[in-house]
């Protein structure tokens, strides 16, 4: 039996589709089981900056996020303590005074563009996977969250792809592709990585697949 929580790293340029590996992740595992950390969560607090330098804000960058509080919370839940998880606004570009309690969990899922960016941060994870997905079905899907979820415009979101998430990809997201322990083509599609990683996980906890509702499957 894994003695303390198993933290899952999964990287990947914007719009690779990390969330959905995320998911299908949780669908394999009892709900009760996983925690899940979004790197976007612990972006810095900007509430001491107005809106108009808020936007200037380079969010592709590793220094837009609190990484020491990351690494707090994930040792945390390493000890398996409760931590308050940071909620940011991408609204109003600052962090909102609110936070989630989120509980220790058999396995704790971080997801984000950078994650493997950071040597503190790869040291504390088991599994480390980067999500591969080709720019233009990134770009797509980034173009359809920004303008659905964050109230952006399509010409905002063009701007600031082809001005700073593209150099940032190239220049930070890209090069950490070289750590991944897994890497997956085309996220949550590519089933047979799904299911090789989900038997990872699995197999690092001990626990048979059969009580996870996992029914193996064979040759049809």
Request: glycine share 4%.
């Amino acid at each position: 039996m894994h003695s303390r929580p198993l933290i899952i790293g999964l990287a990947g340029g914007t719009g690779s589709g990390k969330t959905s590996v995320t998911r299908a992740i949780l669908n394999a595992l009892p709900p009760e089981s996983v925690a899940v950390l979004e790197h976007d969560s612990y972006y810095k607090d900007q509430s001491n900056l107005s809106p108009q330098e808020r936007l200037k804000t380079n969010y592709d960058h590793p220094f837009a996020f609190d990484t020491p509080l990351l690494i707090e919370h994930l040792e945390k839940l390493q000890r398996g303590e409760t931590i308050e998880k940071p909620i940011y606004s991408f609204v109003h570009h600052t962090r909102l005074p609110e936070t989630q309690l989120v509980p220790s969990r058999p396995v704790v899922i971080l997801e984000g563009i950078l994650i493997l960016e950071d040597e503190r941060i790869r040291d504390l994870l088991d599994i480390k996977v980067y999500v591969d997905t080709d720019a233009d079905v990134r770009i797509i899907r980034r173009i359809v969250r920004d303008i659905r979820e964050r109230g952006r415009t399509l010409e905002s979101v063009v701007d600031q792809y082809l001005n700073v998430v593209r150099p940032m990809h190239l220049r930070f997201v890209e090069p950490t592709k070289r750590y991944a322990d897994i890497i997956i083509p085309e996220g949550a599609e590519n089933a047979v990585a799904i299911d090789i990683l989900v038997s990872k996980i699995l197999h690092l906890l001990n626990t048979e697949a059969e009580p996870f509702g996992i029914v193996p499957s064979g040759p049809e």
